[in-house]
């Protein structure tokens, strides 16, 4: 909903103290494709979204290993744009789990937030 993208198995990550968002998304594939339509990719996911970070999906893990979360606030939805056999699931559940058992972090859920983004229309809506 945040970004307007709508393929499945991708996750934002936006930095609001450095105001830098990161999109990871699924790698385009022709196989695939043909039977499930086609994929931005990467550099396609940049162009639509004027997000200059687009990095295929498959180094998120590497990526959440990586983020320091002490004192840190993460806000997520794991039901939205999720797949139930993704792949994508288990490394997010992962990371939220260890946000949870760090004293100095906190896990908030998106969805309240979002709802009263849904709220706010432009004259066009």
């Not at 896990?107 to 066009?124: D, H, M, P």
């Amino acid at each position: 909903y945040l970004s307007g993208f709508v393929e499945p198995d991708c996750v934002l990550v936006m930095d609001v103290e450095s105001g830098s968002s990161i999109m990871f998304v699924q790698n385009r594939d022709e196989h695939k494709e043909l039977w499930h339509g086609p994929r931005a990719g990467a550099d396609g996911a940049a162009e639509l979204l004027g997000i200059e970070d687009c990095r295929i999906n498959n180094h998120l893990r590497d990526y959440l290993d990586n983020i320091k979360y002490n004192s840190l606030n993460i806000w997520t939805n794991l039901d939205s744009n999720v797949t139930s056999n993704s792949y994508i699931r288990p490394i997010l559940n992962n990371f939220v789990t260890k946000m949870k058992s760090d004293k100095n972090g906190k896990v908030s859920s998106s969805k309240e937030v979002i709802s009263e983004l849904r709220v706010i229309k432009s004259q066009s809506e």
